[in-house]
């Protein structure tokens, strides 16, 4: 049953130990009620390993693994591998849910090994853009300016300068049938792309936003706003690459990494030089992907 | 059953196909790579039906494995020295999770320098990683100690992980006559693996879960170790049910050759044992009271096993085929340890050899035990460790 588009049943009971306006939280959310109770789920190490509480208690209805930090994807390839030969395949989704550093760090070995082997899996990344879980280090995916406890910004710089990797084209490189980024603050479009990767025949990876009040610092109450925010400055673009074609599917690219960056506590320390840079680098970024979409529908 | 000459790598692709291994992990090293090369062919020819992952790791293979297990499939994969030593942390994970995942280990000693021959300082440095640890010595122990893993594992009162470590090259790469047995009796002795807690969406279950100091983490390694304890006995029985079916003996934790009457006893482990053998028959000929323990397996450490062997002895040699750097060899510390507070217990003297894959041979057995004749003649060791044939 749906309400508004979304399905009505959850498959998360409360009593989960999130910090308020947890991403994470929001991204599983929506993830499960798609995939439905046929699912069993893997995570690793990460928030969301400390999220569904200490044994013997869980607040989720469906199956879940934990796996050693950098296994999400080996340890879904086993899931999927035992389900095939059991003839349940079929019938199951199997979910790797990881983090940004258990994806884009210390897991991308396993990722790229289980893409490649083609196993029948989704692989969701949570991006929340530093090791939330061991409170804020920087991770690959910290962006551009950001301050984490191993980037602390300080009198002489010390912050984050490096851009993001590019989790999407490191994925797409591989040929992977189906990738796609989503944002809860855009639920409709999660929900679409999730049906689709439930539907894949072979490995779908979602990149999924997912924000961080306790890391980012901002008051929790301005997730969903901050996600728009994401979104509507090319900062976290959302599209889709499918059989080898790029569709973005928000493309009002109207507001300024400012706008975004002066909402959060990480980026407080920033110069407006080194803001201007981060918005020439977004710039950039967004039209290589719009020409990506072009030559790819070509 | 069928006889047919072939290497202990393909005597351990045998082990895991009459088992019907469902789930197949697969990483190449040398000297292992035959066994899952022979793996793939059976899958490919039909004749073994199971999913064969081409994972990127020697971590991802057990991670698969792991996950398969928890998912209810009966799993299998090998690897030897550095690929070992990269799933460590993982070899921790299945035992803590309690798959019964059994593994074959071509044992290889360690880089650098490179050196791709036997050393069973690989599987040593998992002593305390919560597998089972067998040692084989001829390439038919392989096989069915393979299928014997996967009945104790599986085994309810069990549920851990087995290793089986046959010796580079000596066993690996040396063919030896081997019976296969028939796959009826295989599929009757080892029915097909039901896990207990299965990952099952009509069931769900999180599995592996934060547990704090105040709760249950204690007692789940607590269980660990009950379990372990249970091996010995329980592998007694499947052996026994093994020789009723299949007509081939084996003797539980140690295997004892000459030791009635022996005066001098070594312990050795590995395909090393046969050339003990030969010199056991060679010294016994000339009227010396010699013997030789095989240590079969080295987790769960038969220590009433070996205390009650050895209660005769007057002199003990451990031979270990690997190191702890700083202070001795495996075997021996874990046998002195048991030996401690024994009433008579036997001088106890350390030799290291046939490390990196050097040759032990039967003139290097004659002057290991002409040595251990020689401190007990005197009552003194000479050197409590002795790096035999070093040439520094």
Request: glycine residues 8%.
């Amino acid at each position: 049953m749906k309400r508004a588009g979304i399905p009505t049943e959850e498959f998360i009971y409360s009593g989960h130990t999130a910090c308020p306006g947890c991403g994470a939280m929001l991204v599983a959310r929506y993830l499960l009620k798609v995939l439905g109770k046929n699912t069993i789920m893997n995570i690793p190490a990460c928030c969301f390993a400390a999220i569904p509480g200490t044994f013997p208690d869980t607040c989720l209805s469906i199956p879940l693994l934990y796996n050693a930090f950098e296994t999400t994807a080996a340890t879904a390839s086993g899931i999927e591998a035992a389900l095939k030969i059991k003839g349940k395949k079929d019938k199951i989704t199997v979910v790797g849910f990881a983090g940004d550093g258990g994806t884009a760090d210390i897991g991308i070995q396993a990722l790229s090994g289980a893409i490649e082997r083609g196993h029948e899996i989704i692989y969701v990344c949570y991006d929340n853009e530093a090791y939330m879980n061991t409170g804020m280090q920087t991770s690959s995916l910290t962006p551009m300016g950001a301050t984490t406890t191993t980037n602390p910004a300080g009198k002489k710089g010390g912050w984050r300068t490096r851009t993001k990797k590019n989790m999407m084209e490191i994925v797409a490189a591989h040929n992977i049938p189906y990738a796609a980024t989503v944002n809860p603050s855009y639920p409709m479009d999660f929900i679409k792309k999730i049906e689709k990767a439930k539907s894949i025949k072979g490995t779908s990876y979602i990149h999924a936003y997912s924000v961080c009040p306790t890391g980012w610092r901002y008051q929790p109450e301005l997730g969903l706003e901050l996600g728009r925010l994401a979104t509507e400055t090319g900062i976290f673009p959302l599209y889709e690459f499918e059989n080898g074609v790029y569709t973005v599917n928000y493309k009002k690219k109207t507001k300024e990494v400012l706008e975004y960056y002066k909402l959060q506590g990480r980026f407080r320390h920033l110069p407006e030089d080194f803001i201007k840079e981060v918005q020439s680098v977004i710039d950039k970024e967004w039209q290589k992907l719009l020409y990506k979409e072009e030559c790819s529908h070509r | 059953m069928v006889k047919k000459i072939m290497t202990g790598n393909v005597a351990a692709a045998w082990g895991a196909r009459l088992s019907r291994a469902e789930v197949i992990a697969a990483y190449p090293i040398t000297p292992q790579t035959i066994i899952v090369e022979k793996l793939a062919q059976f899958v490919s020819d039909g004749e073994l039906k199971a999913e064969y992952l081409h994972v990127e790791s020697e971590h991802s293979a057990m991670a698969a494995c792991i996950a398969a297990s928890q998912t209810g499939a009966r799993t299998f994969t090998a690897t030897s020295s550095q690929g070992l030593v990269l799933m460590h942390e993982l070899l921790h994970w299945a035992s803590g999770a309690r798959t019964p995942v059994v593994m074959a280990n071509v044992n290889r000693a360690l880089a650098p320098p490179w050196n791709v021959w036997v050393e069973h300082t690989d599987m040593m440095s998992q002593r305390d990683t919560g597998w089972i640890q067998f040692y084989a010595e001829s390439n038919q122990e392989v096989l069915d100690t393979i299928i014997m893993s996967y009945r104790l594992c599986e085994d309810k009162d069990i549920q851990l992980p087995a290793m089986i470590g046959l010796d580079a090259f000596y066993l690996s790469h040396t063919s030896e006559i081997v019976d296969i047995p028939d796959q009826e009796l295989v599929d009757k002795f080892l029915p097909q693996y039901e896990s207990s807690y299965p990952l099952d969406v009509d069931n769900p279950l999180s599995i592996g879960s934060l547990s704090m100091p105040h709760q249950w983490y204690p007692e789940f390694r607590y269980k660990i170790h009950e379990a372990m304890k249970r091996v010995i006995p329980k592998l007694n029985q499947i052996e026994e049910e093994f020789y009723k079916e299949f007509g081939r003996k084996y003797t539980g934790a140690l295997e004892l050759y000459n030791t009635k009457d022996a005066e001098v006893v070594l312990i050795v482990s590995g395909a090393a044992a046969g050339t003990v053998k030969e010199t056991v028959d060679i010294l016994k000929k000339k009227g010396l009271k010699v013997g030789l323990i095989r240590l079969r397996i080295f987790r769960p450490f038969p220590s009433e096993e070996l205390n009650k062997a050895l209660s005769k002895a007057s002199f003990v040699g451990v031979i270990d085929r690997s190191f702890s750097f700083g202070h001795e060899g495996a075997i021996f510390s874990e046998l002195k340890a048991s030996l401690y507070g024994t009433k008579n217990s036997p001088l106890i003297k350390n030799y290291i050899l046939g490390i990196g894959g050097r040759d032990i041979t039967t003139d290097t057995i004659s002057r290991v035990y002409d040595n251990c004749f020689t401190c007990l003649k005197n009552n003194k060791i000479d050197t409590p460790i002795e790096w035999v044939d070093i040439k520094v």
